[in-house]
């Protein structure tokens, strides 16, 4: 069973350890997203735990304007629990996951055109193109109806 955990103390160490995967190479340091979730308190960043074991990190924000979206910032899992259905899993589970807050009604995200990998993942769960491009770092924006899934 997949569970999202608040950072703390006692899992800090080991979530600032997760290693990426080459198709994670265009993410910040894990580290870096923790460390903006205390100067921006509107980014939420969660442990993903199999059970009880540690599998990777998620960092989502509610966005206000124009509409209410959940924007999921960082999606990672480790690279050693990786191919072997845990990302699709957990990526699912964090979709229910937001899914359960009322007014969640669109999940967006951006994404690396490069990262075919992600584009798999997203693309599997429902996600769909905008047609628009984030200018600051030239990735794709998808987003997800919450209520046609």
């Not at 899992?11 to 190479?25: A, L, R, S």
């Not at 200018?135 to 998808?142: A, G, L």
Request: proline fraction near 3%; include cysteine.
């Amino acid at each position: 069973m997949i569970k999202f955990k608040q950072i703390t103390k006692k899992n800090f160490g080991e979530c600032i350890k997760i290693e990426t995967g080459i198709d994670e190479k265009y993410l910040p340091p894990i580290v870096y997203q923790i460390a903006l979730s205390y100067i921006f308190p509107s980014k939420i960043p969660l442990a993903i735990y199999e059970e009880d074991e540690l599998i990777g990190f998620v960092s989502y924000e509610i966005d206000v304007s124009p509409d209410i979206a959940y924007d999921i910032l960082v999606f990672v899992i480790d690279k050693n629990k990786q191919g072997k259905g845990k990302g699709t899993l957990a990526f699912n589970a964090f979709i229910d996951y937001l899914a359960e807050f009322d007014d969640c009604n669109l999940i967006t995200l951006n994404y690396n055109k490069e990262n075919k990998a992600a584009e798999k993942l997203y693309k599997g769960s429902g996600f769909k193109r905008t047609g628009m491009i984030n200018k600051d770092n030239n990735e794709i924006i998808m987003r997800l109806d919450v209520n046609k899934r």
